[in-house]
């Protein structure tokens, strides 16, 4: 009698020691997959023009940045900025290219000699945001 209870006891704990095992297996590996994919599908800056650290003989026309996700045009941005951190003016930002991907504004007025800092804030169709600076210099 005795021992039949504990046999009877024994036998569903390590039942359910399996299957807590089974699922925190299954829970780790949807986690992993889960963060693989949200990791490549954040929009990542692939090409940026002038390109990072790049030095130009002359005032660029537009700063124009290229991600490797779809963007959401309502919440793209492009701002500039002299080494001094004073603001410059640019055109209202676009998005174009075949699939979203590039944001562009122009600069309607010749940047004088000096550094420059591109900053950027996206929103993916995914529904992530990611955001970046980028340097260049202006030198005649
Ligand atoms: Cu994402």
């Known amino acids: 009698m005795r021992n039949g209870s504990a046999r009877g006891s024994s036998t569903p704990i390590s039942k359910r020691n399996e ?4 699922r925190f297996v299954t829970f780790a590996t949807a986690c992993l997959l889960c963060a693989a994919t949200s990791v490549f599908a954040h929009a990542r800056l692939t090409i940026s023009d002038p390109a990072e650290g790049a030095t130009l003989r002359a005032s660029p026309p537009a700063v124009s940045l290229t991600f490797s996700e779809g963007l ?4 793209c ?4 900025a002299a080494a001094s951190g004073e603001p410059v003016n640019v055109d209202r930002e676009k998005v174009g290219g075949d699939r979203s991907t590039i944001l562009s504004a122009s600069i309607p007025k010749s940047l004088v000699p000096g550094r420059y800092m591109v900053r950027w804030n996206v929103l993916s169709t995914d529904g992530h ?3 970046g600076t980028s340097k260049f210099t202006v030198a005649p």
């Open 77 to 80: 941005h492009v701002t500039l």
């Open 19 to 22: 299957t807590m095992v089974l």
């Open 129 to 131: 945001k990611t955001s």
């Open 72 to 75: 959401e045009p309502a919440f």
